[in-house]
DNA sequence: GATAGAAGTTGACGCTGCGTCAACCTCAAG
DNA sequence: CTTGAGGTTGACGCAGCGTCAACTTCTATC
């Protein structure tokens, strides 16, 4: 089945003129043009455009919406990174209602409000970063095309690489090591090797990818089974490592 | 308490340029400016500033926040309603997030994707107006200076008038008569004449004002407990009263 | 076939809400 | 006094549209 430019924009919101422009960035292609010049859209257009309305809506620009989109073709991965995202904001949501709330119990019972809690939950800047590291990582794991072409075997060995630094980091983190000592950094070093494969990070990437493993807890989890507070380790030893040397 | 520029500018993920840009609009004054040129936010200009950043986040322009800040200058009402629409808001993402796990699912079988399903939620261009009527709703029933103004007699008086047309037409609806009826259109005349008290309502609010009738469970209810339908009979009669008389 | 209105096109322009930068002043700490 | 952090105003430009004009195509009706 598809649709028509007018279909498509009445239903998300939007107006053709923004859908030709996607088109002209090269952002949503349509799917068929007509003889006429008409523009047509399918279901694999719909689901990019849904890709597509999420990021704007976090926030992302137009050139950061197209490097996201480029860097993960697996829908199913997609969406469920999608889902993730949403989960997310509704948590945010969560977090400024409960600040409304409070807001409203001090007001009405003449306390003094802090501005931490009457702002909880309105600053959602950081998303572009944390959206394009979050689809970064999974880019590379699971929808890049190098990760594609590893066999099975490779792709093992290439995870178990990073199973044993997580391990080296939790091992050092018990023994009382210092994130700037040379056997941590050593163990950095190779972790930011291991992501040199797929790609070139830069210092404010290492530096923001440690934030994020502490930020998430998803990733927190991934560190922290190896000892509470290996990731804030990791991450304070890459910030270390990536200033020294990126 | 006080807070300087940046204090809030951090917490609120904006900038301190924003900030006296909002000074300049007249949109957000700080309470004091001190000798040095330096301007200081107190807990009102805290709270004055949640609702701003919450009417950005939906959408709405500068000049319409303004406009429904001076609307309802009754801090604990604002926030009533401020949470109202954060809760909306939450269930627009719950919404989405329904939406994308039915574009999951449907992927992973290979069924065919409906396009409503699929967008579900990612429109929501209609806050603009449906905030300020919302708002200016509740600013002539609770907040206005006019209302403020009515005895409890008045005020008594002026909501027995909207129950009185409200049950008009409930009647009308269950005598089977059609929107476009002298009887049905005489009672669109009060309804809009009862509007007319504190405002000059034009025809896109009054066809907008039906719609909401409809689409807000809340008002829906305030009709429909005439009988089933009755709000949508009363949008439909507001429609033809506003494309005839307005 | 003609007509009218809906549905689409491209291209140009302007708007809004900022963010960045320059040039400057003020404050605080050493 | 010096330096760097924290603030000011003003100017400029940007991103992502929305609006409009001028046009073509499609559809329905007569």
């Given at each position: 089945m598809e649709w028509s430019i007018q279909d498509i924009a009445r239903l998300a919101g939007t107006t053709s003129r923004t859908l030709r422009h996607y088109d002209q960035l090269g952002l949503l292609v349509p799917s068929r043009v007509g003889g006429n010049g008409y523009r047509y859209y399918d279901e694999e257009c719909?689901?990019?455009?849904?890709r597509i309305l999420l990021l704007r809506q976090l926030g992302l620009g137009l050139p950061a919406i197209a490097?996201?989109?480029?860097?993960?073709r697996d829908t199913v991965a997609a969406l469920r990174t999608h889902l993730a995202l949403l989960?997310?904001?509704?948590?945010?949501?969560a977090r400024q209602i409960a600040s409304?709330?409070?807001?409203?119990?001090?007001?009405e019972e003449g306390e003094p409000?802090?501005?931490?809690?009457?702002?909880?939950?309105?600053?959602?800047?950081?998303y572009e970063q944390e959206v394009t590291e979050r689809w970064g990582r999974e880019a590379y794991e699971r929808g890049d095309r190098w990760w594609r072409s590893l066999s099975d075997a490779e792709k093992k060995a290439f995870q178990q690489q990073h199973l044993d630094i997580a391990r080296d980091y939790?091992?050092?983190?018990?023994?009382?090591?210092?994130v700037d000592s040379d056997e941590v950094q050593d163990i950095v070093r190779r972790h930011v090797d291991w992501l040199s494969v797929t790609m070139n990070p830069t210092k404010e990437y290492v530096i923001g990818l440690g934030e994020m493993y502490v930020a998430?807890?998803?990733?927190?989890?991934?560190?922290?089974?190896?000892g509470e507070g290996v990731a804030a380790f990791v991450r304070d030893a890459m910030k270390v490592y990536a200033e020294r040397n990126l």
């Open positions: 719909l689901v990019r455009l849904q490097e996201v989109l480029d860097g993960q989960e997310q904001e509704r948590d945010r949501i409304v709330r409070t807001t409203l119990r001090k007001t409000l802090m501005a931490e809690e009457v702002l909880d939950g309105f600053d959602h800047t950081r939790g091992r050092a983190h018990q023994a009382g090591a210092h998430d807890p998803r990733y927190t989890a991934n560190y922290d089974r190896h």
